[in-house]
């Protein structure tokens, strides 16, 4: 870490390293992935919320008494410049012996002097199962 930023060498490094913060409900390592700025985050059925500071509150209030959830998830489509990577995720998502959700999600990272760290993340629930051009997202 350099500061209170990760150093994270590709956008598959940071992906990975957010899904794990999010399974471990880990507040401090999501903080750290996320750049400073202008940065948005959308999470399912809310508006949304831009800034560094505000969407880290978001996830903390998100981890504050949360199961930590087990999630399954499959990079349905990448797309990547020298500074600038869009994934296409497909997240299963449960916690405990409840329902399992499908969320929809687009994770944007970009590339800074340090490494690669998350400006976007939008996601949505979906049903269980969504059809697009003869391929199933799950």
């Known amino acids: 870490m ?20 999010f399974m471990h409900c880990d507040k401090e390592v999501m903080a750290a992935l996320w750049a400073d700025g202008d940065v948005i985050c959308i999470h399912p059925g809310s508006g949304a919320i831009v800034g560094h500071e505000a969407v880290v509150r978001s996830w903390s209030h998100i981890f504050t008494n949360a199961r930590m959830p087990e999630i399954n998830f499959t ?19 449960a916690t405990g012996n409840e329902a399992s959700a499908v969320v929809l999600a687009t994770n944007v990272y970009q590339k800074f002097p340090s490494g690669w ?19 199933t997202l799950q």
């Open 2 to 21: 350099i500061g209170n930023k990760l150093e994270l060498r590709t956008p598959d490094e940071a992906e990975a390293v957010y899904y794990e913060a």
């Open 117 to 135: 760290l998350m400006t976007e993340h939008h996601s949505s629930l979906v049903p269980v199962q969504t059809e697009r051009q003869g391929q």
């Open 75 to 93: 990079v349905a489509k990448r797309t990547m410049t020298d500074d600038l990577a869009v994934h296409i995720v497909a997240e299963e998502i």
